[in-house]
């Protein structure tokens, strides 16, 4: 007998009973819902899985991330299955479960349109509705790789090679004439798939490196319910409004010309948001008592290696030749942060030290995954590194929670927290990673925060927490973080005196608070769908006279506007009311102001506000204090 806990129930199966037996006894509904399993908190396994040993079992069912993840999955070996029916030539790489979907890389001798889609479609139904059921097996590496040459797969034999140096069995699971090479896990039959879409099919380099073959990269989205399905393509839609891009281009904030491609250019308009942004940044880091740095943008090879970036990030960065020295264009402001620490002595009476710093940087992105201003190679990152004692970690931790905190409720986004720990390629003692971790999760815990773990994800130097915000779409997007670092301060050898007149080692922490100034931007951008609230629009209040006899009493109104710290425009031209009207709501601005006869003549103005449309009249000292309140508020 095996002792299995079930949300704190424990209970008794015989040895060998499988996940999807122990759903059934549970409930027939919730066997029907479930796609997978998760052991002892950590490992998510198929259905079929027996259980030999004590544990606690979750059942995954589509509303649980790893339940997602094992319906995309299998859906995305679907997929490959029809594609091996229409083009038997088909050659496939990998074909992961990601955020929203799934995609699936292969090398096809014609390329792949979005007409072509649909018949893989029908193709996939057809096997789903056979209900094909999903089984794995296992081979040694030889016979994993006669099993893949017959079937002339080029890229599953590089990925065997890729194991069979590490002595493991090679895992792989079959449905019809399909067979993948695959971890799981997966549904128990392709029939457990209901409501399927592709959606795009786009060009992806094997492995990521631009040196290998271009293969074609086919995504695609499925659901339990057809509902659900039909809801997910009416937020995309609203999604390809709410564009950044497209709304950049129109409202005039940003553009990416082809003699910068991944390199934004600020207009006029969108530095105004920008600079609000940056502002506002400033201002509660002021008042969170941190000091404004400023670093070079380019610094020699030696202080990357020193740093680990050399070693561990050189692909990403920019490097030049200055004086026959290699330099390099910093991808991270981290190192200059910790030069700036190293300019002086410090005592503990110094710490914690709080360093802030706007600072731009370059990342090498390979040319496909540029995408407006959401993946650039140039950004100003609102960097932050905190230098303090052993036991100020927890504290400092606390404190940065509660700014993130402050500043997403500013703009309204919920969010959730992942912890992310020691990835393979780290650097630095176990104890130090060990220590560090249950630092950050000991802090959020305390502040009544939950959280999620993302085993392995964390940086090289460090673990840390990421805050994935969520828009009025329900997109996540991973903004905030902060990073624990016992390292940096080792290799660079940073020291305080302690009480006890002793040098000491500080410990670092780096956090960014929105990420990317101009990601962040875009976020906000799709988010508001360009209609930025009060305190953020780059225009704030347009005039529009009904005539040009009233022009001399809309400038007035203008400058008494503009006097008062407002942005305001005033519509000049001889275009009709009416004109002017919708060509201020296209523009997306807060308040519009008209003016007319009546209006000149009773020292008014007539209110027209982008959310509630006409709100009557008021003199402008009114409209100006209305609209003070809600900048200075901060009003949604």
């Known amino acids: 007998m095996v002792k299995v806990t079930l949300k704190g129930d424990v209970r008794e199966f015989e040895s060998g009973v499988t996940v999807a037996e122990i759903a059934k006894s549970i409930g027939a509904g919730l066997y029907k819902a479930a796609c997978a399993g998760r052991i002892n908190g950590k490992e998510d396994v198929d259905l079929r899985t027996p259980i030999t040993e004590d544990c606690s079992l979750e059942i995954l069912t589509f509303d649980d991330a790893g339940g997602k993840h094992a319906y995309w999955h299998t859906t995305a070996h679907i997929m490959a299955q029809a594609i091996q029916h229409l083009y038997p030539e088909a050659k496939f790489a990998i074909g992961p479960a990601i955020d929203n979907g799934f995609y699936y890389d292969v090398d096809l001798p014609q390329t792949l349109g979005p007409d072509d889609l649909p018949r893989i479609e029908a193709e996939m139904k057809k096997i789903i509705k056979e209900d094909l059921p999903l089984e794995r097996f296992e081979l040694d590496p030889d016979e994993a790789k006669k099993l893949m040459a017959e079937k002339h797969q080029d890229y599953k034999l590089e990925l065997i090679d890729e194991h ?187 710490l914690p030290l709080r360093m802030g710093e706007l600072g731009v940087v370059h990342r090498h992105e390979l040319s496909g995954a540029l995408h407006g201003l959401m993946r650039v190679r140039c950004f100003t990152q609102d960097d932050a590194h905190i230098f303090m004692t052993p036991s100020q970690i927890k504290d400092e931790i606390k404190g940065v929670v509660r700014l993130i905190d402050k500043v997403y409720s500013t703009f309204g986004f919920k969010y959730h927290i992942e912890l992310s720990t020691m990835p393979e390629d780290h650097m630095g003692a176990l104890e130090d990673w060990e220590t560090a971790t249950n630092a950050l999760r000991d802090a959020v815990s305390e502040l009544g925060y939950d959280y999620e773990v993302n085993e392995g994800d964390g940086a090289f130097y460090g673990p840390k927490l990421d805050f994935h915000l969520t828009d009025c779409l329900g997109r996540t997007w991973q903004c905030g973080t902060i990073q624990l670092d016992f390292q940096l301060p080792e290799r660079f050898e940073l020291e305080y005196t302690g009480e006890d007149g002793a040098k000491h080692r500080p410990i670092m922490i780096h956090r960014v608070v929105f990420g990317s100034i101009e990601r962040f931007i875009g976020i906000l951008t799709e988010h508001f769908a360009g209609a930025f609230p009060m305190w953020l629009s780059p225009v704030q209040v347009k005039i529009l006279p009904i005539s040009e006899r009233h022009l001399e009493y809309a400038k007035q109104i203008e400058k008494q506007l503009a006097d008062a710290g407002l942005r305001v425009e005033c519509d000049e031209r001889g275009e009709k009311i009416g004109y002017k009207i919708r060509e201020a709501q296209l523009e997306k601005v807060p308040y519009m102001l008209i003016v007319g006869d009546k209006e000149s003549e009773s020292g008014t103005v007539s209110v027209r506000s982008r959310k509630d449309g006409d709100t009557g009249s008021m003199t402008a000292a009114e409209f100006i204090a209305k609209a003070q309140e809600e900048i200075s508020t901060k009003a949604m």
């Not at 509660?284 to 670093?295: C, D, L, N």
């Not at 026959?324 to 991808?331: L, Q, R, T």
Request: hydrophobic share 35%; with cysteine; aromatic share 12%.
């Open 164 to 350: 069979s140096g590490k002595g493991e069995r090679i895992s792989f699971y079959q449905q019809g004439d399909y067979t993948d090479l695959c971890a799981g896990p997966h549904l128990m039959s392709t029939g457990r798939v209901k409501a399927i879409k592709l959606t795009n099919c786009t060009g992806a380099y094997w492995r990521a490196d631009a040196n290998n073959k271009m293969l074609q990269r086919v995504y695609g989205i499925s659901f339990p319910k057809a509902s659900d399905l039909d809801e997910y393509l009416t937020m995309i839609e609203e999604a390809k409004k709410r564009d950044h891009r497209k709304l950049g281009r129109d409202l005039e904030l940003f553009t990416i010309l082809e003699e910068g491609p991944g390199f934004p250019f600020f207009l006029p308009k969108g530095m105004v948001l920008k600079n609000l942004l940056i502002d506002y940044w400033r201002q509660i880091h002021r008042e969170a008592g941190y000091q404004e740095i400023s670093t070079p943008m380019i610094l020699n090879r030696s202080l990357w290696e020193r740093s680990g970036h050399w070693d561990h990030y050189k692909q990403n960065m920019y490097t030049t030749v200055i004086d026959d020295e290699d330099f390099a264009i910093k991808p991270m402001n981290c190192p200059g942060g910790i030069l700036v620490y190293k300019t002086k002595l410090h005592s503990y009476r110094d």
